[in-house]
């Protein structure tokens, strides 16, 4: 193996991905880990180049007084499991580079052990991880936001096991994202791990939705004896359907309410294979485009939106588990959003799900960022990877509108492909939702933005960042800039917005201050309430959040000001334009 592999393993190797973990028996893994500092992955590369197959994943403590183990997990440092690690300890703050983590588990009952699979499932780890078992190295993941899984079967049984995840979070040229993104590159097991278990055989993946049609459709992926017969039904409204592994599709039931937006109707849904029974809550909807509009289920909808960072509500940490997501959710609703734009990666599982009670549209996005090596086909491979564990987790949630592929790419051959390789396999994988990508808008002083990014062409929906009054443009000039489209197809404005101090206040010239941010709100919905192609948008950013770009000291200190509330989540006055402007639509 070439030493540059060992640092940076090219590919997912031995991980499944597995839908609707979040119903299924499992027991957390989560509490207080060690963690081994490793900037020079001695734990994993020997002086000679090679891998030590004695490296640190073995856990091994000397056998007597003479021995030498140079490392010892029981005296490392203590991290919580989920949890990034930059916030966790000072001295990790900017690190980039490997941390080895260890936790000690009990196996599953002897009864289990053999009539059951067993699987480590991971919600996310930044940046790529191995994954060790009893010191065997089983997996590898490469990707930071994607859930993934390790089956254990047959290592699981009786008495204490040994989980060692080698986790870096280094950044590279031939990683999504790259090398640069305005947003903390928090490394760590920063979602959920969980032991599930399943029968012999199991659905692996299955999903329901609503096509722009109206028939209930979906699929199921039966791992085990495929000849297994799924079945799915609404026992509520009598609906049923009966397939092997495949798509399968169920009309409609007569006087099936809806899920809408602020008005979800969630239904029980029950899935068997075989021993395998899953129970979930799904909404159905229709979405479609039509002209330069947006239709959900026949009506037009203006996406009253808010972007948002998976960062939590407080402490600038990385996001995860029910209770983030609930606070994030209820500061977007406070905007009165009825969208909410999950950028700039997969968020977490709990965000879509509660999106999906509480009626909110959402968006979910690839890191697919600034710098992206697309002439390289692994790179594609990775991508195209990533777009799998997006949509297999999500394409049940009602609230899911759009996969979009990509945000802020410069038009080229080798870019367009590739994005159009990523759109045809989320809408293979979903063909009922909507594509869409955040096409970047450079500064001019021409009063008609004309878009032409051929991109446009690839994507169902053109989604615009523009920094009209901040990064470029004069403010008082911005209620005059028409936006059009080569596509005639519906815009959204998926950015815009200026920066400001929570607290600081000043005049509406005075940079930073609330006032001024306010103010190039006020003038980008004046812009924006004169287009006519425009279906929604979803200003930048709900929250300030960490980014290693912003260093201003005493205004920015390590955030990016965009947001309408502080990092603890104190509203600022462009809150109150915003939801006054949508008090309106
Ligand atoms: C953008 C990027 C976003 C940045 C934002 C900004 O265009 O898409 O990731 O954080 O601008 O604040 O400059």
């Known amino acids: 193996m070439p030493r540059d592999e060992l640092l940076n393993p090219p590919s997912s190797v031995n991980t499944v991905l597995l839908s609707n973990v979040l119903l299924r028996e499992r027991r957390s893994l989560a509490g207080t880990w060690r963690a081994i500092v490793d900037p020079y992955d001695s734990g994993y590369i020997s002086i000679l180049g090679t891998r030590n197959d004695r490296g640190w994943f073995r856990d091994f403590s000397p056998r007597d007084q003479s021995d030498r183990v140079e490392y010892d997990f029981d005296k490392s440092l203590e991290i919580q499991v989920p949890g990034d690690w930059n916030t966790q300890h000072e001295s990790l703050h900017f690190y980039e580079g490997t941390v080895w983590y260890r936790t000690k588990f009990d196996g ?18 930044n940046h790529t991880c191995r994954v060790f078992v009893d010191g065997e190295e089983l997996a590898t993941h490469v990707g930071g936001f994607g859930p993934f899984a390790v089956e254990v079967t047959g290592r699981v049984g009786p008495g204490e096991h040994t989980l060692i995840v080698q986790v870096n979070n280094r950044r590279e040229p031939d990683r999504i994202p ?12 920063t979602r959920s791990v969980d032991l ?15 096509n722009p049609e109206g028939m209930i459709v979906g699929g199921a992926t039966v791992d085990g004896d495929a000849s297994t017969e799924v079945t799915v039904e609404l026992p509520a409204l009598g609906a049923k359907a009966t397939v092997t592994n495949g798509a399968l599709s169920i009309t409609a039931p007569d006087g099936l309410e809806l899920w809408n937006p602020g008005k979800p109707v969630l239904h029980d849904v029950r899935w068997t294979c075989g021993e395998d029974v899953l129970e979930d809550e799904v909404g159905f909807r229709t979405v479609e485009v039509k002209g330069t509009q947006i239709f959900v289920n026949g009506q037009n909808v203006w996406l009253k939106g808010i972007a948002l960072h998976g960062e939590g509500p407080s402490g600038g940490k990385r996001a995860h588990g029910p209770d983030d997501a609930s606070t994030l959710l209820d500061w977007a609703q406070d905007l009165g959003a009825n969208f909410v734009r999950l950028g700039h990666y997969q968020h977490d599982e709990h965000i879509v799900r509660e999106a999906d009670r509480r009626g909110l549209l959402a968006w979910c996005e690839l890191p697919v960022y600034w710098g ?56 293979e994988l979903d063909p009922t939702r909507l594509t869409t990508a955040a096409l970047l808008t450079l500064p001019s002083n021409d009063p008609v933005v004309h878009v032409t990014d051929e991109l446009g062409a ?20 911005l209620p005059e800039v028409e936006f059009t ?19 600081h206040h000043g005049s509406e010239e ?47 200190d390590g955030y990016n000001r965009k947001g309408l509330f502080s990092e603890e989540g104190q509203p600022k006055l462009a809150a109150d334009v915003l939801r006054a402007f949508y008090q309106t639509r």
């Open 510 to 556: 005075e940079i930073w201050t609330e006032e001024f941010q306010a103010a190039v709100y006020k003038a980008q919905i004046a812009m924006i309430e004169n287009q006519s192609e425009c279906a929604g948008m979803s200003p930048w950013i709900l929250k300030d959040f960490r980014t290693p770009l912003r260093v201003l000291p005493g205004i920015q």
């Open 458 to 477: 690839l994507i169902d929906v053109v989604a615009i960042n523009q920094y009209l009054g901040w990064y470029y443009g004069n403010r008082q000039e």
């Open 372 to 427: 992206i090596a697309f002439g390289d086909s692994d790179v594609l491979a990775n991508a195209l990877a990533q777009t799998d564990e997006l949509v297999v987790r999500d394409r049940s949630r009602a609230s899911v509108i759009f996969w979009s592929v990509a945000n802020e790419t410069l038009p080229g051959d080798d870019r367009t492909s590739f994005l159009g390789a990523l759109a045809a396999r989320a809408k």
């Open 178 to 189: 790259a090398m640069r993104t305005d947003w903390w590159n928090f490394g760590g097991i």
């Open 108 to 125: 599953v009952p002897a009864t289990d052990a053999d009539t059951k699979r067993h699987f480590i499932h991971f919600g996310a780890v």
């Open 485 to 503: 489209t080569a596509f005639s197809k519906p815009i959204i404005f998926s950015e815009l917005g200026a920066g400001a101090k929570a607290g």
């Open 196 to 210: 599930v278990s399943t029968p012999k055989t199991f659905l692996r993946e299955s999903w329901l939705t609503m």
